[in-house]
């Protein structure tokens, strides 16, 4: 969606388990690296090193957390948040500051409408995701994996319009009274995972799955043949074999009949599109551009030529290590086209494209050494200011774009607790961009009493002549259980003068709102909560986004719809408020 500092500023989720893979600048020392810890549960943050045996993993099942290492301390278990009632639609409820005016239940269309696993379209969706060899994988998680294909995602907003991305397509809503919203079309368009922007009459959707279709057909392709003898246990995935039909990218709706929306293009590109920004030129009032963010597995040429998968010292021409531009013209959107395909990650005395990387973080195995950062998970922009900021899987990235067509990186920064680079937020001034850790992928539960709370949360850092320097870490301070996919995840500011407020989804561990006016001490002052789904299994579930629009906070829940809040005054907020004026005066 469009990020800018004032509504929804962070970027979508993690890359599922649905889609297979795919010298250094260092402004800041946060934190000296964290010792060796064997993750509990497996990692989907990045697919492309994903092994064939973790196949045979069942990611879902909820484990305990190890011992906490030295130094590091956990959320808190006591908190009223960590023992709520399991539920779907009946799970309890927490909350401070936040009242819980309406639950949208997704539409039928997006629902799998099946509890067997057994059941023809249970696994026709689960053929279609291509999650490996099905013989590994228990029927019982066959089923679970075709529900993530109907995952709600993220979400937009223009004038009185809602905008609810989901992998099998998006719904739109009406919010003039949000209290009483109301859906008013549905457009069933798979390929996931559905990031949403919109501008005037377009609208613009990320597609990076393999059963996307040009046509937004819901058929997918044909199943794929058996890996030829002896290729099972090859480290590295096939590719799915070429379709004319398939699509990957970013499509353009016309939604002038905001009931009957149209598709008036679609962009394709080599890695397809994670996420996308929508970014604006001030001197350029005919044209708007798409930033777009590709994570996935890079498609054979056979499929879209030009389109390479290999190291930068095989091929310079390489699509990893870059991100696309898509120059999208309002009165002809017909005609969007990529112009350009930025190298964000360039060494500039080198010239090597892989020019930055994460500097070494943990893993499942212990520290891990550096590894190359080779795309962009979600990317905010500041227009006003001409900036960017990058989450970039391994670096956080400060971008020039006064130039939409050819951004330039002007910082760049990594930090050893950080797993995944997910996204990022700015301050109403501009003087802090807050990054997130999607430790785990959207698919762990990291928010236990046990996990470390500088891993999977918050860094804010200080921006300054564009040079960034970390403050502090902010993380969910409620204790979540072992069946609750939970960590840092989107969010946007809310406009109050001189603070800096923002709200946010942590998945499963509901909705956070966090006071970062001074960096170094961020604190909580409002939130909202759900027991677990289900307390034996790992479903996906919870707050995907918790976005501030025109009064309200709308977020977008993963496998139940789309909740609508309002803003309650609360006690810890002016107590907090009020023991820092007595600590000025003294």
């Not at 906490?68 to 399991?86: F, I, V, Y």
């Not at 019982?140 to 109907?150: D, G, K, N, R």
């Not at 996420?275 to 798409?290: E, Q, R």
């Not at 604190?523 to 027991?531: N, P, T, V």
Request: with cysteine.
């Amino acid at each position: 969606m469009k990020r800018v500092p004032s509504l929804a500023v962070c970027g979508c989720g993690a890359a599922l388990i649905l889609c297979f893979g795919v010298g250094r600048m260092q402004a800041q020392k946060p934190a000296t690296p964290p010792q060796a810890q064997a993750e509990a549960q497996k990692s989907a943050t990045a697919p492309a090193a994903k092994e064939p045996e973790d196949e045979e993993e069942n990611p879902f099942a909820p484990e305990p957390a190890p011992s906490l290492p030295p130094g590091m301390t956990g959320s808190d278990a006591n908190d009223p948040r960590a023992k709520l009632q399991p539920g779907l639609y009946d799970a309890g409820e927490a909350s401070v500051g936040i009242r819980h005016l309406l639950l949208l239940k997704k539409p039928d269309a997006f629902q799998l409408g099946s509890s067997d696993p057994d059941d023809p379209k249970v696994q026709k969706i689960f053929g279609q995701l291509r999650i490996g060899n099905s013989s590994k994988i228990p029927k019982p998680m066959q089923l679970v994996i075709a529900q993530l294909a109907f995952s709600n995602s993220d979400l937009a907003f223009q004038g009185n319009h809602l905008f609810q991305g989901n992998f099998y397509g998006v719904n739109i809503f009406d919010i003039s009274n949000p209290a009483n919203a109301t859906l008013l079309t549905s457009l069933v368009c798979p390929g996931g995972q559905g990031d949403v922007s919109a501008y005037k009459n377009l609208l613009f959707m990320s597609v990076e799955m393999p059963n996307g279709r040009l046509d937004c057909g819901a058929q997918g392709f044909p199943p794929e043949p058996p890996a030829p003898a002896g290729e099972e246990k090859e480290k590295k995935r096939r590719p799915p074999a070429a379709q004319k039909d398939r699509f990957r990218g970013v499509r353009i709706f016309d939604i002038s009949d905001i009931k009957n929306p149209k598709q008036a293009a679609a962009v394709q590109t080599c890695r397809g599109s994670h996420t996308h920004t929508l970014v604006t030129d001030p001197n350029d009032k005919d044209n708007v551009y798409i930033y777009v963010s590709g994570t996935s597995f890079v498609r054979q040429t056979e499929e879209l030529a030009g389109c390479s998968g290999e190291q930068p010292d095989k091929d310079p021409n390489t699509a990893l290590f870059r991100i696309d531009v898509i120059k999208v013209p309002v009165a002809a959107p017909q005609d969007a086209k990529v112009v350009s395909s930025p190298r964000v990650f360039i060494d500039p005395r080198t010239g090597a494209l892989n020019g930055l990387n994460n500097g070494g973080t943990h893993g499942k195995k212990g520290s891990e050494k550096p590894a190359d950062t080779n795309q962009c998970h979600d990317i905010t922009v500041y227009t006003a200011l001409g900036l960017a900021a990058g989450a970039c899987s391994g670096n956080g990235l400060l971008l020039d774009i006064k130039d939409p067509v050819h951004p330039k990186r002007v910082d760049a920064v990594n930090d050893p607790n950080y797993s995944y680079w997910h996204s990022a937020s700015f301050s109403n001034d501009g003087s802090k961009v807050v990054f997130t850790d999607e430790w785990g992928g959207g698919l762990g539960a990291r928010c236990r009493a046990n996990d470390p709370n500088k891993w999977g949360a918050d860094a804010i850092f200080q921006l300054k002549d564009n040079k960034l320097s970390f403050a502090n870490y902010y993380k969910l301070p409620a204790a979540q259980g072992d069946s609750e996919n939970c960590v840092a995840h989107n969010g946007s500011l809310i406009p109050v003068p001189g603070r800096d407020i923002e709200v946010q989804a942590w998945y499963q561990g509901g909705v956070s709102i966090v006071d970062f006016t001074d960096p170094a001490q961020p604190f909580e002052i409002a939130y909202f909560d759900r027991g677990p789904i289900d307390p034996k299994m790992l479903v996906l579930g919870g707050d995907w986004s918790a976005y501030w629009y025109n009064g309200y906070i709308y977020a977008s829940e993963i496998a139940r719809g789309l909740d609508v809040f309002e803003l309650t005054p609360t006690k810890l907020q002016r107590c907090r408020r009020r023991s820092k004026a007595l600590r000025a005066r003294t």
